[in-house]
């Protein structure tokens, strides 16, 4: 498990290994917010306990796009990890069956990389579907495709622990940390079907 980092107006920016997160709190440019006291680095000279959440001491900017690029692991995830044509969900794939990226239209028939022409699909649905519209293959997603809420997706494909989950949701709302518990409750239960098969 990681660490979380906060910018210094506590907002949540990425998980971090757990040594580069000490040399932060060492070089005095963040400071430790949760700690686990189960365990403890020591050096020569220092004793210090396993930072779960630190504060960076200065404001850094982190520029935002309007636009949230599309990328498989969101779209992954804002899919639930499932094949939007068969529903099968990636535990569930054998062989040389894998999820990739669809287009719903076509980027060869007009079709744009957008979040709202993208579906997650396992690669014989993909490869079945080919070049056609939707209508034309009998092919429907199960779910209309939409530009997800980034900020639930950027925390869903990471793994948080409940100390650190409170610090995103004192940032983002209890709606979002809502949503994280949601996604990782389905997560969860697919891995133990998946597990159980």
Known sequence: MGCLALNASFEPLTILPIERALRLVIDRKAEILEVDVARVFRSARQEMPCPLVIRLVRFVHVPRRFRRQVTNTFLFARDSYRCQYCGRHRGDLRGRDYLTRDHVVPISRGGENTWRNVVTACSACNNRKANHLPAECGMHPHQVPAEPNYVELVWAVRRVTDVQAKYI???????????????????????HRVSAA
């Open 169 to 191: 949701a004192m940032f983002y709302g209890e709606e979002v940390l809502a949503a994280l518990q949601r996604h990782h409750t389905a997560e969860a239960a697919d891995a």
